[in-house]
Nanobody
C-alpha cells in the first residue's frame, strides 16, 4: 500500500519560515515526479511546486516563486518544501503527491496518482 506522509506544518507569523517533509512508501519513488499542492478553505486544490525524478527541473507557481524551494532525497524517499517569507495567503492544507506516470514534471492534479493526507499551514498576520 502506497503511503505519503506529510509533516512540518504549523502556525507561524507572517515573514516566518516552515519546512515541510513528505515521506513516501512508494516503490517507484525514484522514478516519480513529485509535487506539492495546497487547498485553502472554500478554494480548489492548487499547484505549488513540482520536481522531476532526478531532482532537476523544479517549477513553481508564480505566487510562491522566489520564496519556496522544493527538493528531494531519493535515498530517503522524501520530498521537501522549504517555505520562506510566508504570507497570510499561504494559509492552507498542503499536500504532497506522486506522479509515476509523468515524464518530467507536471502542475496538473490529474497526473498525480498518490496523495498524502495533508498538513495544515497557518500564517498569522
Amino acid at each position: 500500500q502506497v503511503q505519503l506522509v506529510e509533516s512540518g506544518g504549523g502556525l507561524v507569523q507572517a515573514g516566518g519560515s516552515l519546512s515541510l517533509s513528505c515521506a513516501a512508501s512508494l516503490r517507484t519513488f525514484s522514478s516519480s515526479a513529485m509535487g506539492w499542492f495546497r487547498q485553502a478553505p472554500g478554494k480548489e486544490r492548487a499547484f505549488v511546486a513540482t520536481i522531476s525524478k532526478s531532482g532537476g527541473s523544479p517549477y513553481y507557481a508564480d505566487s510562491v516563486k522566489g520564496r519556496f524551494t522544493i527538493s528531494r532525497d531519493n535515498a530517503k524517499k522524501t520530498v521537501y518544501l522549504q517555505m520562506n517569507t510566508l504570507k497570510p495567503e499561504d494559509t492552507a492544507v498542503y499536500y504532497c503527491a506522486a506522479a509515476p506516470r509523468v515524464i518530467g514534471i507536471s502542475t496538473n492534479t490529474r497526473h498525480y496518482d498518490y496523495w498524502g493526507q495533508g498538513t495544515q499551514v497557518t500564517v498569522s498576520s
